[in-house]
């Protein structure tokens, strides 16, 4: 059962356009989303993440949209840039006991190209 | 700050071997601790989650007896995979969780098993 879904393994964008990148979600105890960067061989980077109270967040180039009626997110990056070229992840997660948030759950990742 | 470190970034070991992976939070203390796999072009795959001083919880369907899981400081957990064999061989990354809401990645280990 994939909780989490990125339903689009590919994303070809222009340099200087912008990038979207969506995800979807079917488990509604999550209120925690981020955004990872991720080359072949490495651990992820965390970009941004965005909590269930909001339904946007912004820093710099990133921005994460969340539709909480829809279990549906998206990173626009803008301006894009080739050195935006990487996999993306987004990841989401849920409080446990009280005091943190437990563990994180993937989706199958965006490949996303920046030509110049 | 929150940076974690995990080595050996690759390994390869003789199939019935076993192979140890650390992960260390440098510059803070992680009461819990994240271990997934991730098979080329899919997802990372949750295998189990590690508290400092207690069992690790293993998602359905991970071995725990094949994939041993210690955590006995707030900085250090480490992953056996015991008794090798060439289907194990993955890309394992641990993470950290710090505070609240700040997870850490590790830079993973590339497992060869032959």
């Known amino acids: 059962d994939q909780q989490v879904k990125q339903n689009s393994p590919s994303l070809s964008v222009q340099e200087g356009r912008i990038s979207i990148l969506n995800c979807d979600y079917t488990n509604s105890m999550f209120d925690y989303f981020l955004w990872y960067k991720k080359y072949p061989a490495e651990g992820p980077t965390f970009l941004i993440s965005?909590?269930?109270?909001?339904d946007k967040n912004e820093d710099g180039r990133f921005t994460v949209f969340l539709n909480k009626s829809a279990k549906h997110l998206s990173l626009h990056i803008v301006p894009s840039q080739p050195g935006d070229s990487a996999v993306y992840f987004c990841a989401a997660s849920a409080v446990t006991g009280g005091t943190s948030y437990g563990k994180l759950t993937f989706g199958q990742g965006t490949i996303l190209t920046v030509h110049p | 700050g929150a940076v974690v470190s995990q080595h050996p970034s690759r390994v390869i070991c003789k199939s019935g071997t076993s192979v140890k992976i650390e992960c260390r939070s440098l510059d803070f203390q992680a009461t819990t601790m994240f271990w997934y796999r991730q098979f080329p072009k899919k997802s990372l795959m949750l295998m189990a989650t590690?508290?400092?001083?207690?069992?690790?919880?293993?998602e359905q369907g991970v071995e725990k007896d094949k994939f041993l899981i210690n955590h006995a400081s707030l900085t250090l957990s480490t992953l056996t995979v015991t008794s090798a064999h060439p289907e194990d061989s993955s890309f394992y990354i641990c993470s950290a969780l710090m505070g609240y809401d700040r997870y850490t990645f590790g830079s993973g280990t590339r497992l060869t098993v032959v």
């Open positions: 590690s508290n400092e001083g207690s069992k690790a919880t293993y």
């Open positions: 965005i909590s269930s109270i909001k």
